[in-house]
């Protein structure tokens, strides 16, 4: 549990730190805080339906979700749930889009990219 609030702290922290440099905008550190606080409760709901028998979200959605910003909060929720931490295909093809989502977004960034999409 540690590791993955060290790692959504530090990631987060950059985060911060490259908006107040301003190499990225506030509503882009703002986009993954809410991405990440979604990501979490939706693994939250999906392990207390897992416990209850009842309908799940599909790991598509959840590997998603995760690529797409939500990773920090997704990383978090698996320790403290403990929920999709032992299924290695599942933890291969996470992990595979944390590095996705942090090299695109670095690329954006090197490229002066990332302030034209978030400009608006």
Same mark, same amino acid.
């Given at each position: 549990?540690?590791?993955? #609030?060290?790692?959504?702290? &530090? !990631?987060?922290?950059? +985060?911060?730190?490259?908006?107040?440099? /301003?190499?990225?905008?506030? =509503?882009?550190?703002? &986009?993954?805080?809410?991405?990440? *606080?979604?990501?979490?409760?939706?693994? @939250?709901?999906? =392990?207390?339906?897992?416990?209850? @028998? %009842?309908?799940?979200?599909?790991?598509?959605?959840?590997? !998603?979700?995760? $690529?797409?910003? /939500?990773?920090?909060?997704? +990383?978090? *929720? %698996?320790?403290?749930?403990?929920? =999709?931490?032992? =299924? %290695?295909? !599942? %933890?291969?093809?996470?992990? #595979?889009?944390?590095?996705?989502? #942090?090299?695109?977004? /670095?690329? $954006?960034?090197? *490229? /002066?990219?990332?302030?034209?999409?978030? &400009?608006?």
């Amino acid at each position: 549990m540690a590791f993955a #609030c060290t790692v959504a702290a &530090a !990631f987060s922290a950059l +985060l911060a730190a490259l908006s107040a440099l /301003g190499h990225i905008s506030l =509503k882009l550190v703002g &986009a993954y805080m809410l991405l990440s *606080a979604i990501t979490f409760a939706m693994y @939250g709901f999906d =392990k207390a339906a897992a416990e209850r @028998g %009842q309908w799940r979200t599909s790991e598509a959605t959840l590997l !998603f979700v995760g $690529l797409i910003g /939500g990773w920090p909060g997704a +990383l978090v *929720a %698996q320790r403290l749930f403990r929920h =999709k931490t032992r =299924k %290695q295909p !599942f %933890q291969a093809i996470f992990w #595979c889009g944390v590095v996705v989502n #942090c090299g695109v977004v /670095g690329w $954006l960034i090197y *490229a /002066g990219e990332v302030g034209r999409l978030w &400009a608006v």
